[in-house]
C-alpha cells in the first residue's frame, strides 16, 4: 500500500449510499446532539444563576457537564454535516483536532467522577470536617488539576497516534476514533500508541478501583446512620453520580473489549455510539431525575423563568385565577 503519511485528508465511514437513509443518520445524530446540548446547558445555567447550588458537589457537575458539552459538540456536527453533503471527508488537521478535544473532555469526564467519588466520601464519611476539606479554592485546584491532566493526557495521546506512518486514510468509524487510526499504521511506531493506551487502561482501572472501595465506605457510614431520613439524603447524592460512574466505566468496556479482527462496520459504529453519545445523552438526566435540589432548579430556570419576583407575580396570578 502507498505511504500516506502527507495525506491532506481521511475518509470518514459513510452510513449508507441511499439518500434517504443519509438524511436519517443526520436528523437521528441532530436528536441526539440537541437533546444532549439542550440538557447539560440546563444544568450548567441552573448551577449557574442559583446560589443555593453554589456548592463543591453542584461546581463538580457543572464542570461534567462542560465536559460532556464539549465530547458530543467535538463528533456530531461534522457527522452531520457529512451526512448531510454526502461527503466522507475530514482534513488532517480536522482529524487531530476532533480526537485532541473528544480525548480532553472524555479523559476530563473520568477526573471529574473521581473528584466527585472523593467530594461524597468527606461529605458522608467526614461531615464535620467538610468545609475545611473541600472550600472554594480546594474545589477550584481539584477541577483545574482535572482539566489539565486531561490536556496534558489528550496532547500525549494524540502525538502519538498522528506521529505514525499511515498506509491508508481510510477509518472504519463516524469520526476520528484513535484505534481505528492505528489500524491504518503501516510502521511500528505504532507501538508506542498502544503502550500509553495500555497504560491508560491500567490507571483507568486502578482509579475505578478507588471509586468502589470510596463507595463501599460510604456505604458502610450510611448504614449506620440512625435516622432512615438522613440514609436517603445521603443516598440521594450518591445514587446519580454512582450511575453516571457505571454508564461511563461499563459503556466503555462494553467497546474496548469487543473481539478483536476485522469486526463490522455497523458494529463499530453502535460501540462508538455507545460510550461517546450515550453518557452526555443521559446524564442530566440521571442527576435531574434522583437530585430534588436540581429537579427545583431546572423547574424554576424552565417555567417560571429567571427572575425571582417574576416567578412570584405568576404564582400570584395562579392563585388569584
Not at 465511514?13 to 439518500?19: G, Q, R
Amino acid at each position: 500500500m502507498p505511504n500516506l503519511t502527507s495525506t491532506s485528508e481521511f475518509l470518514l465511514l459513510e452510513f449508507s449510499d441511499i439518500w434517504e437513509l443519509q438524511m436519517l443518520h443526520f436528523f437521528v445524530f441532530l436528536a441526539v446532539y440537541l437533546t444532549a446540548v439542550t440538557g447539560n446547558l440546563l444544568i450548567i445555567i441552573a448551577v449557574a444563576l442559583n446560589h443555593h447550588l453554589h456548592t463543591p458537589m453542584y461546581f463538580f457537575l457543572m464542570n461534567l457537564a462542560i465536559l460532556d458539552l464539549g465530547s458530543v459538540s467535538a463528533l456530531v456536527p461534522k457527522a452531520m454535516a457529512n451526512s448531510l453533503l454526502k461527503s466522507r471527508s475530514i482534513s488532517y488537521s480536522g482529524c487531530v483536532a476532533q480526537a485532541f478535544f473528544f480525548i480532553v473532555c472524555i479523559g476530563g469526564d473520568f477526573a471529574i467522577l473521581i473528584v466527585m467519588a472523593h467530594d461524597r466520601y468527606v461529605a458522608i464519611c467526614n461531615p464535620l470536617q467538610y468545609e475545611m476539606i473541600m472550600h472554594k479554592g480546594a474545589c477550584i485546584q481539584m477541577a483545574v488539576s482535572a482539566w489539565v491532566t486531561s490536556i496534558l493526557y489528550a496532547t500525549l495521546h494524540t502525538s502519538c497516534t498522528f506521529s505514525i506512518t499511515f498506509c491508508s486514510n481510510r477509518i472504519n468509524q463516524f469520526f476520528c476514533e484513535v484505534p481505528q487510526i492505528l489500524k491504518l499504521s503501516c510502521s511500528n511506531l505504532y507501538l508506542v500508541e498502544v503502550g500509553v493506551i495500555i497504560l491508560s487502561c491500567i490507571m483507568a482501572g486502578g482509579c475505578f478501583i478507588y471509586i468502589i472501595l470510596t463507595y463501599m465506605k460510604i456505604f458502610a457510614t450510611v448504614l449506620r446512620m440512625p435516622s432512615v431520613h438522613g440514609q436517603k439524603k445521603a443516598l440521594s447524592t450518591c445514587i446519580p453520580h454512582l450511575t453516571v460512574v457505571c454508564l461511563f466505566i461499563f459503556s466503555s468496556i462494553f467497546a474496548y473489549t469487543r473481539p478483536p479482527g476485522n469486526t463490522s462496520s455497523v458494529l463499530n459504529v453502535f460501540c462508538a455510539m455507545i460510550y461517546a453519545l450515550l453518557p452526555p445523552l443521559m446524564n442530566p438526566f440521571i442527576y435531574s431525575m434522583r437530585n430534588k435540589e436540581i429537579k427545583t432548579a431546572l423547574l424554576k430556570l424552565t417555567t417560571f423563568g429567571l427572575s425571582p419576583k417574576a416567578s412570584s407575580n405568576k404564582i400570584l396570578l395562579v392563585k388569584l385565577g
